[in-house]
């Protein structure tokens, strides 16, 4: 077996219910540092829908074609007031962390934001006049 489960929260949904996220990580830690070019990470949403967990969300994450960037749950809550719970994740890089979001619209969690600390920034051109 290989171990390669980094960090699993369960937390309440403001819809009702309950939700779990998984990272998981293979040939790298949950951490900022480099990593190999053949580790991945995988982040896992689960809803629990009446008497069964059903996979809501996933975000597979492969270092040699993304670069490094481990997803980990930093908190939920409702920030838009919507009776929905929204999800803050933690992505964590070779030399820095940066923050991702996520919702549900009927039912289906989405990622909604990224921001990796400007690295998909695009250039700034030419000179202020």
């Not at 219910?17 to 991945?40: E, K």
């Not at 896992?44 to 809501?56: A, K």
């Not at 549900?104 to 921001?115: I, M, P, V």
């Amino acid at each position: 077996m290989v171990e390669a489960r980094a960090d699993i929260v369960a937390f309440p949904l403001e819809q009702g219910g309950a939700g779990v996220s998984m990272t998981f990580v293979y040939r790298d830690q949950a951490l900022v540092q480099r990593a190999t070019p053949t580790s991945w990470s995988l982040f896992l949403l689960v809803v629990g829908q009446e008497e069964q967990y059903i996979r809501s969300y996933a975000w597979y994450r492969e270092t040699g074609r993304e670069g490094k960037g481990v997803p980990v749950y930093f908190q939920h809550l409702d920030w838009d007031n919507d009776g929905q719970t929204e999800l803050l994740l933690e992505v964590r890089g070779e030399c820095s962390c940066w923050n991702a979001a996520g919702e549900s619209a009927s039912g289906e969690w989405t990622r909604t934001f990224e921001d990796p600390c400007g690295a998909a920034a695009p250039p700034v051109g030419g000179a202020a006049g």
